[in-house]
């Protein structure tokens, strides 16, 4: 397995990828988002024989980071592939002088819960009704020390 930042010729392929992790009440990352984030933000890609596998979206907004979104394609799910990714990022984002990651997930995600858990994340609030749905989130953060 690889991973390496996101290029403008990957859009396509995440677009794709993202249609099939995300329902449309789940709000799926349009090409054009996906065009934003590569120039903008930061996108790793995990590739398996050259096929794009699974992503993560970090936001970079002035000094703050925020884990927007992660996902793997189901048959490639529990081969640690987003840890992976979230290592690498982590790497990078304490390279750039981050001291935190935050993240909002939703309460009844409890697979992406137990991920974010593992990596090191730690609850900070609960925000009611974050959701247009109703469901609520956990705010949570990862600590660079
Ligand atoms: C959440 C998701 C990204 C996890 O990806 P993954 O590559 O399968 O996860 P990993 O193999 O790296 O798992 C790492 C850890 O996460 C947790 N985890 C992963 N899958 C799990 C499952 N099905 N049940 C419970 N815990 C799970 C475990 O702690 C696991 O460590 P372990 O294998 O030592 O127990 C994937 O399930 C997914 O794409 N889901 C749909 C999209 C989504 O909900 N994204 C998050 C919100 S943006």
Known sequence: MTIRKAISSDVSLLYTLEQELFT???YPLSRGSFI????NNLI???EIEGKVVGYLLVLIKR???KLYSIGVKEIYR???ISQKLLEVTSKELISLGFKQLLLEVR???KVAIALYKKAGFKVVKELRAFY???CDAY???LEYK
């Open 132 to 134: 247009k749905d109703g």
């Open 139 to 141: 705010l949570m953060e």
């Open 36 to 39: 934003y984030h590569v120039r």
């Open 63 to 65: 000094t703050k980071a």
């Open 24 to 26: 449309i009440d789940n």
């Open 107 to 109: 309460t009844d995600n």
């Open 78 to 80: 529990g081969r640690k």
């Open 44 to 46: 790793y890609v995990a």
